[in-house]
């Protein structure tokens, strides 16, 4: 499989954000007199910000828009140093623009923290544009999300690659008429195209 342009998740698949999500989330709990398991807390914010935010202030009682302005308020406090880009992020972008391609970001995250995370590491020259919560688009798995990006940077769908860590990211791409790739442990939890454990195992695919 040859790849020239791709299309790339943001929290989980290009940037390592889960842990300072997970801390925030806890803290945030901790706040209100309560725990709760990290390991827990990852697998509902990896369905949804929203989803996440209606079980919790369900079970603890609270509302869901004060815990997520809690959240909020302690997330972007921490420091970009402790929220990285993945082993690789960064060479597979290079080498994507180096050969003529261009990368992109589907995300729900807001454009505020995605463009500041970018800009703390270095990379905002790397994509030549990013959908966000911000655009108001259909949340994945629609495709509207990557068929965007691709619009907007004049992507062939069947020269793209959708990269991403959830179904819905790879459901999403696929849908958009795009090749996928699940970045995590095998199995994928839905049909991808292709399945790696490092984002290093792209470089050959775009060199």
């Not at 869901?64 to 302005?69: M, S, V």
């Not at 849908?175 to 996928?180: E, K, Q």
Request: hydrophobic share 45%; aromatic share 8%; with cysteine.
């Amino acid at each position: 499989m040859k790849v020239r342009n791709i299309i790339w998740d943001f929290d989980g698949t290009l940037f390592d954000t889960y842990p300072a999500i997970v801390a925030a989330f806890r803290q945030a709990i901790a706040e209100l007199g309560h725990e709760i398991d990290a390991e827990e807390v990852e697998r509902l914010v990896k369905v949804s910000f929203t989803h996440i935010l209606d079980v919790l202030g369900e079970r603890f009682g609270v509302e869901p828009e004060r815990l997520g302005e809690r959240f909020y308020a302690i997330y972007l406090a921490m420091p970009p140093e402790s929220q990285p880009p993945f082993p690789g992020a960064r060479e597979v972008c290079e080498a994507v623009v180096r050969h003529g391609g261009k990368n992109g970001i589907a995300t729900h995250r807001r454009r505020t923290s995605l463009e500041a995370l970018l800009e703390a590491h270095g990379m905002r020259h790397l994509f030549c544009a990013m959908v966000t919560h911000d655009d108001g688009l259909p949340r994945k798995p629609d495709p509207a999300q990557f068929a965007t990006v691709a619009a907007r940077c004049g992507m062939r769908p069947e020269e793209t690659l959708g990269v991403g860590d959830r179904a819905l990211d790879i459901e999403s791409a696929r849908a958009a008429g795009m090749r996928t790739c699940f970045f995590g442990p095998a199995p994928a939890p839905t049909a991808a195209d292709l399945v790696v454990s490092s984002l290093w195992e792209l470089l050959p695919l775009v060199e």
